[in-house]
């Protein structure tokens, strides 16, 4: 390395892994709009909301928190009347019934509007709000980053920090080798912050499990495994409480998780498969620490390349691809072995497209988080896919750049046909 990246890498980790309460999409509206109601005077005459095309799709489906409802409009509606962005990803955490019915009331009145721009980033919110005043705000680059305010043509505020992906540039610096070296060399105490969301998740794992909230695949899987028709192994547990812990998210569930990559469902297909390998190999808590690190940063790593909202599914290209990378290592892997099991995830789960959030996430989830420990698995067992053949490069920076092309020049379409699809 030219220089060292540790703090950067530290710094992009710890941004990307917060709390959350309920699907990031319609969350980053609700936090826009909370944000913007801070500025607004008056009764609330007419709010305007425009949205990316990833985040439309995502927010159409997926339960919000607090309500038993689905929609942007809605989010914009709580978020505006009940929301507290103080709380950043936890802004739904105060919605409760008197804000509910008033949101309701203002979407009833026509008052809430909705739409997308076909050209903007993937993260995109924009909120106009007229009162007595009238507020503009924007949000971009990242779920909760506010990029400008303007009251009555006046820009109050301005913070272009992260707009796009220039804070993370760095990363495309990197190589995986040279990742899993920083995640081995950190002194461990500035890692403790990453087994904060093992708990977390796994409380929502539970809640999933013992509920019948989103599409209940977890909760089935969990069924059939004590019938006998499907062992039990770190895989297929891997399998069922990543699934519990979607279908408690994605059922708005009121039970926050830690994201990764500053995505819910991606922290969880990268933070649970972890721990349930390193318990049932009996791994320390400083080698589960580095293997969190490890995982989160090369989800990072690959969002660079992909995009932060992608056509394919970022659970399986980038949570999947992290998971399977620090299982290997956590297992005594080297570089070969870890790069390995990610070709083998890459050359079986890219093309899995994302149609939105919502129940059936938790099938994909499961996908993902089954096959990052079988990966794994098979790449320390010998098994290696061929090189250089399909999405699969000579390296796996290669193949990570091939995931790159397809995303943006194959995938970039997608977006708009879902569109068609969800809109029908």
């Known amino acids: 390395m030219d220089r060292d990246y540790t703090l950067d890498l530290i710094r992009v980790v710890k941004e990307g892994t917060n709390p959350a309460l309920g699907c990031t999409e319609p969350v980053a509206v609700a936090y826009a709009s909370s944000v913007c109601s801070k500025y607004s005077i008056g009764d609330l005459r007419n709010l305007k909301c425009t949205v990316s095309k990833s985040i439309y799709k995502n927010g159409k489906s997926v339960l919000i928190p607090h309500t038993g409802r689905c929609g942007l409009e809605l989010a914009a509606a709580v978020g505006f009347v009940g929301g507290d962005s103080d709380n950043g990803f936890m802004v739904l955490n105060s919605v409760d019934d008197i804000s509910l019915a008033m ?6 009145k026509g008052v809430i509007g909705l739409d997308y721009d076909e050209d903007a980033p993937d993260v995109f919110v924009k909120i106009i709000a007229s009162s007595d005043n009238e507020v ?15 009251v009555d043509g006046k820009i109050v505020f301005k913070d272009l920090a992260e707009n796009g992906s220039s804070s993370k540039d760095f990363l495309q610096n990197l190589s995986f080798e040279e990742i899993r070296m920083i995640a081995e060399d950190i002194e461990i105490s500035l890692l403790d912050f990453t087994i904060d969301g093992v708990e977390m998740n796994l409380k929502a794992a539970d809640a999933g499990l013992k509920s019948d909230m989103g599409l209940g ?22 399998r069922i409480l990543t699934a519990a812990a979607a279908d408690m998210r994605m059922g708005g569930g009121d039970c926050p998780i830690m994201t990764s990559g500053g995505s819910g469902n991606q922290g969880l297909g990268v933070i649970i498969p972890i721990y349930i390998v390193a318990e049932e190999r009996n791994v320390g808590d400083e080698r589960l620490k580095r293997s969190l690190f490890f995982a989160h940063a090369i989800n990072e ?3 660079v390349y992909s995009g932060k ?3 394919m599914c970022g659970c399986a ?9 620090a299982i290997t290592w956590m297992l005594g892997g080297n570089d070969e072995q870890i790069a390995g099991a990610c070709n083998n995830m890459f050359a079986n789960l890219s ?19 089954g096959e990052a420990v079988l990966s794994a698995h098979l790449s320390l067992n010998g098994f290696l896919v061929t090189p250089d053949v399909g999405i699969v490069g000579n390296t796996i920076e290669d193949t990570i750049k091939n995931i790159g ?19 029908r």
């Not at 290209?317 to 990378?325: F, H």
């Not at 046909?417 to 809109?423: A, H, K």
């Open 217 to 238: 695949l977890g909760k089935k899987l969990n069924d059939i495994q004590k019938m006998g028709l499907i062992s039990m192994d770190s895989g297929t547990k891997s």
């Open 301 to 303: 790593y690959v969002k």
């Open 351 to 369: 093309g899995m497209i994302c149609d939105g959030a919502k129940n059936t996430c938790a099938l994909k989830l499961a996908t993902s988080a």
């Open 136 to 150: 503009e705000l924007i949000l971009q680059g990242s779920h909760t980053h506010i990029e400008e305010i303007i």
């Open 317 to 325: 290209i980038g949570a999947g691809i992290g998971a399977t990378a």
């Open 405 to 423: 092309k397809l995303s943006h020049l194959g995938f970039n379409k997608v977006d708009d046909i879902m569109i068609q699809i969800i809109d």
């Open 103 to 108: 949101a309701e009331e203002l979407i009833g």
């Open 309 to 311: 909202l992608s056509g």
